[in-house]
């Protein structure tokens, strides 16, 4: 990697520096943060959630509010804060039982996904967020391992005056969530501080929960040409129910029921996490601009599962996990001249790094019994990138890069009880190149296309079980894409449109395998190959006297075009589990000029997915519709804020989220009835 990267970068630094009359940007620089205030001259679909659509008379917990209005992703609230939410973007990490698979997550630069591929959305602070952009496309490959989408925050900076912010919230099954937040600018040091607490009965049986959560931001302007911004995360999240997915019989029954093994093992999950991010920043005199990022936390977790773990080879029915995480990144950025024309550069080198403690206990009727696995995992990732986009005429601008990325998986086994030493490595190693070309049509109206080329590692917690024996899955590989996209974006004072096509082909697609005789814990195996293509439309229209109507399609086929399980079945030509061949939001909002007040009405609709590889199990489709009202009024020094939301208005019953390829086939996550939340928002400004 050494022979490829060093001397790009020394004809690159070679180049001469000019002035550039209209800075350009690369699309999407994660880590640098660089980023386009005009879109279209972009080459990838990106999706920008402002503050205002972040808070809209909405729960402010869980990022699937937002992200559930836009195109090509599906966020999904499983109504079980043990396992967290799923969001898949395209079809990539819909098969993810827990965390997030295949989207990278990122805030204000920080990376919330581990090295091995698994994100966590619970650590968003959405409380801080200015806005949160969404992005897909071959172009998102280009920012290492499992990067189908990317997911990523930008705090907001503090108001000039000292600002106390409160809101509380109250709904139905005994949620409530209340927070506060603190921000101000005291000389050169930008404070925003918070602290919010969740709790919820939950819709179904044994589903309680209560989550608490930090945030501090600090940003300091050191010079004219240097800054530091240190971010401070915390979250604890103890003795979480898991009511564990339904059968169809048992959803027939009582959609509300937890069902009996998770009474008999009291299913449950704490987690405990912290986590500190540092990003320098210094523009150098002759405008290279230079990053160094640094982060580094912990993660506790302990999780009773749905059954004993005290077979031969289980690994137990308790497992917990403490983490030791972090990485740095040095990145160099430019912008110049080449062949007479605008050009701007990017190259960086980072590491990070994963060590983790896994111990696996019997679980004894809820309580914690005998040892059955004791080993440390770490994984150690290398990457280095270089990204261009460049200015080839008036209306024509390409972005092309390439990255390089070395991934390595280490287990020491230490539990000797069963006469195996399990302990093994793998390496991942991989060059994805990604280019996009862009034409400005007219000022309004854009056109693009781009072709990329992906990889997504298995998780270690993919890894972690064997089809038979005990042991880490080594024999699972990675799955490798290939992506294409075209596209086009219009703009125009009383709204837009964006319209993208996209092909993406899989090879070694990661899928759940089948159990373990006598366990019912989760592996992995790979299929042959699949493809993904679609559409998504994004349409805004702002209407008069204050109408405003928004539409967001997605149109996926994602199918297995070459699959056969170890039992002998052909499963080719089925469609990826998880998938819905449509989704589609619309919102009609309402806002009188010149009032506080504002009102809109929802609808949300998803086409049937299925539940396994042979798509013998499914959901139905279904549409529902919300309905939201807030009013805003200030009053001298205070900012008041009410708000009302009701969830399903016509109470209808359908799936909200499935567990793919579940064991005794209880694959069913039941979303609630009609719901309602009534919450206030008070602030006071010191001026």
Partial sequence: ????????????????????????????????????????QQPLTRSVLSD????????????????????????????????????????????????????????????????????????????????????RGPLTTLYGNASGGIIQGFSSEAPFHPTLNSRSAVGSDGLWRSRLRYGAQHGDLNINANIARLHTDGYR?????RRDSANLRLGWDIDDVSSLTLLLNSLDQPNTRDPLGLSAEQLRQDRRQAVSQSQ???????????QAGLNYQRRLGNDDQLTLMAYGGERFVQQYLGFAGAGEFAGGGVVELDRRFGGVELGWQRSSQVFGRPVELAAGLTYDYQGEQ?????????????????????????????????????????????????????????????????????????????????WQWTPQLSLYGALGQGFETPTFQELAYRPSGSGLNFALKPSLSRNAELGMKWRHASGYLDLALFESRV????????????TERSTFTNAGRSTRRG???????????????????????????????????????????GTARQSLYAELAWQPAAQGFSTAVELQALSQRYASDDNQAKAPGYAVFNWRAGYRQALGGWLLEPFLRIDNLADRDYIGSLIINAAGARYYEPAPGRQWLAGVGLEYQWR
């Fill in 205 to 209: 049986d044994h589903s309680q929960t």
């Fill in 264 to 274: 008999t093992f009291n299913t449950r999950k704490s987690v405990r996490h912290q």
């Fill in 507 to 518: 090879r070694d697609e990661i899928v759940p395998g089948e159990n373990q005789v006598g």
């Fill in 52 to 135: 205002a659509e972040l808070s809209r008379q909405q729960l402010g917990a869980n990022v699937s509010e937002p992200l559930q209005r836009l195109p090509g992703i599906l966020a999904l609230n499983r109504q079980n804060y043990a396992q967290d939410l799923q969001i898949s973007s395209r079809g990539f990490g819909a098969r993810a039982a827990f965390g997030v698979r295949g989207v990278r997550l990122v805030q204000d630069g920080i990376p919330l996904t581990m090295p091995d591929g698994q994100g966590q959305p619970a650590l968003f602070d959405l409380d801080a967020l200015q806005r949160l952009e969404v992005l």
């Fill in 358 to 438: 896994r111990d696996g206990f019997v679980n004894d009727n809820g309580h914690k019994g005998q040892r059955k696995r004791d080993e440390f995992n770490r994984v150690d990732s290398q990457e280095a990138y270089l990204i261009s986009t460049w200015q080839l005429a008036p209306r024509w601008q390409l972005t092309a890069g390439l990255r390089h990325s070395r991934i390595q998986f280490d287990s020491d086994d230490d539990f000797f009880a069963d006469g195996q030493d399990d302990s093994g490595k793998v390496r991942y190693q991989r060059s994805n190149p990604a280019a996009g070309l862009s």
């Fill in 1 to 40: 990697m050494r022979l490829l990267t060093l001397p790009t970068l020394s004809l690159l630094i070679a180049l001469p520096v000019q002035a550039v009359e209209r800075p350009l940007s690369l699309p999407a620089q994660v880590i640098l943060g660089s980023q386009s205030d005009d879109q279209n």
């Fill in 535 to 577: 559409l998504e439309l994004a349409l805004e229209q702002q209407f008069e006297h204050g109408l405003r109507g928004y539409l967001a399609y997605t149109w996926l086929q994602a199918r297995f075009d070459r699959y056969r399980r170890t039992d002998g079945s052909d499963l080719s030509g089925r469609d990826l589990p």
